[in-house]
């Protein structure tokens, strides 16, 4: 084949890509089908995230997008059918008969008409046939009046469902109900990470090491179907690939972006006279613990000023009080050689802002110049984080370590990998892996306040689970290896004639 030849080939098999809906109406059109982004993602051979990141505003391409205009042709024309058999069933003889010149139309019905059965509704509900916010009730049953206002504009008016809808007769048997309302009960969600390990076993005839080593492998993508398959019945959807601002943003391919985590490094400058033995504690599941912190739900939104709100949560550019307990210890904003303005995350700031409160008065309030913040939830990943917890500790009470090593894994890849990571493409949220691993970071810290505050002499703290005291530490932390416990890591001598 000539060179024309060909490039006349790659012209005839060009074809336009195929046209898909709103992204607002891809959602809409699922869930009208009661359909979930499991469901969905496993006929197309994609990650739940990817359809819901198709849901959010991004488009498939090649082969995967036909196959998804495919679908979504076909749940509109099911989401037809179905509401035709809704008017079929409610209609009665008097849909045959002709209506009377210059009466008014039959498929509205006015609030005002008289009608015993139409009802303003004070807060808007979900229309029983589009699941859009409806002001009105017909027969009990919230929906729009006006045909043209169910379903969006992009959809025909349907007048003769509408109709139906306010006739006498038996009520909708369906109810389309947005998300964020439906109810899923714990025993529907399926244990993801038993199922994983026991297949791994028998896939590799229980060999506990490879078996690990393939399930920590796969780490990432199973953390991301876990967290897809708890966030079932969710209040809020999460917004995999929001728009970030620049301060988020890597400034280099293998450089930094402004966002400073607190990461404390702190050695005690002086120990008290004499020898002691100091016991190096390590923080049971950091990261698991601090995946319960207020997270910025949807795309961050930029504010200047020196107000706090607490509904909200993001990055935040502060100047830092001085602080002046370094001897004994740790500075809350951790080891910075630079002083003046830097931008913290919204568990830094918190912490700043409780330590400057009556309560603790250790520091004066943080100076807030700019924020870039969303409304935020401490519950965003409440469930994704039980259903790891739960999982770990029955590990421990079992002594299965290949589900510990395998559980361990998908919690703290999944934080690190959720940035500009080429290993997890499914969520980008930069932001919330600065508030995971600083809120660790504060979780640590309010620890060695609370050895401080229970006697004990704090030594060290690195990291976000490194904690060196002197003292009874047993009657401060329980011993374990639970979430809520400390362990052991090992003891030494210092004073005297021992070098720390």
């Not at 109709?163 to 439906?182: C, E, F, L, N, Q």
């Not at 207020?294 to 935040?316: A, Y």
């Not at 740790?330 to 919204?346: A, F, S, Y």
Request: charged share 25%; proline share 8%.
């Amino acid at each position: 084949m000539t060179d024309f030849e060909a490039i006349d080939a790659l012209l005839a098999s060009a074809r336009e890509e195929a046209e898909l809906p709103s992204a607002e109406e891809r959602r809409e059109l699922r869930e009208g089908l009661n359909l979930s982004r499991t469901q969905v993602a496993q006929v197309l051979g994609v990650s739940p995230s990817t359809v819901g990141g198709w849901e959010s505003g991004r488009d498939p391409s090649g082969v995967v997008r036909e196959k998804y205009a495919y679908f979504l042709e076909g749940a509109r024309a099911k989401r037809e059918e179905r509401i035709a058999a809704l008017a079929l069933a409610a209609s009665g003889p008097e849909d045959e008969e002709p209506e009377h010149a210059g009466a008014e139309p039959a498929d509205v019905v006015p609030p005002d008409s008289g009608a015993d059965d139409v009802e303003a509704l004070a807060t808007p509900r979900p229309c029983v046939l589009c699941g859009r916010p409806a002001h009105h009730q017909v027969a009990g049953f919230p929906q729009h009046l006006d045909p043209a206002e169910c379903g969006g504009a992009e959809e025909p008016a349907r007048p003769k469902a509408t109709r139906a809808a306010t006739a006498p007769g038996p009520a909708p048997s369906v109810k389309v109900v947005p998300v964020g309302r439906r109810v899923q009960a714990a025993s529907e969600v399926p244990d993801l990470i038993g199922e994983a390990v026991a297949a791994a076993l028998a896939r590799h005839e229980g060999d506990v090491e490879a078996a690990t080593a393939a399930l920590v492998k796969r780490a990432i993508p199973d953390a991301m179907a876990l967290l897809d398959e708890t966030r079932k019945g969710g209040r809020y959807d999460i917004v995999a690939h929001p728009w970030i601002p620049d301060v988020l943003r890597k400034q280099s391919a293998r450089g930094a972006d402004q966002i400073w985590e607190a990461r404390p490094k702190w050695i005690r400058p002086e120990l008290p006279a004499g020898p002691h033995e100091v016991t190096a504690l390590d923080i049971n599941g950091a990261y698991l613990s601090a995946l319960k912190t207020h997270l910025p739900i949807g795309q961050l939104e930029h504010s200047t000023g020196f107000g706090h709100d607490r509904r909200r949560s993001g990055v935040h550019l502060i100047t830092p009080p001085v602080w002046e307990h370094e001897a004994v210890l740790p500075n809350p904003l951790g080891h910075r050689d630079e002083p003046g303005p830097l931008w913290v995350t919204e568990p830094t700031l918190r912490l700043l802002l409780r330590l400057s409160s009556p309560k603790y008065g250790l520091c004066e309030p943080p100076e807030i110049h700019e924020s870039f913040t969303s409304g935020a939830t401490e519950g965003l990943l409440e469930k994704f984080r039980i259903a790891l917890k739960d999982a770990r500790d029955g590990a421990i009470a079992e002594e299965d370590e290949v589900t510990l090593e395998y559980v361990k894994a998908m919690y703290s890849k999944f934080v690190s990998t959720m940035g500009e990571s080429n290993y997890n493409r499914e969520l980008y949220r930069p932001d919330w892996m600065h508030l995971i691993r600083s809120q660790a970071f504060a979780n640590l810290w309010m620890k060695a306040y609370k050895a401080y505050d229970e006697g004990l002499t704090v030594v060290r703290a690195m990291g976000t689970d490194e904690l060196h005291v002197i003292g009874d530490w047993r009657q401060v932390f329980p011993e374990g290896r639970g979430v809520s416990e400390v362990k052991v890591k090992n003891t030494y001598a210092v004073g005297g004639d021992t070098a720390p």
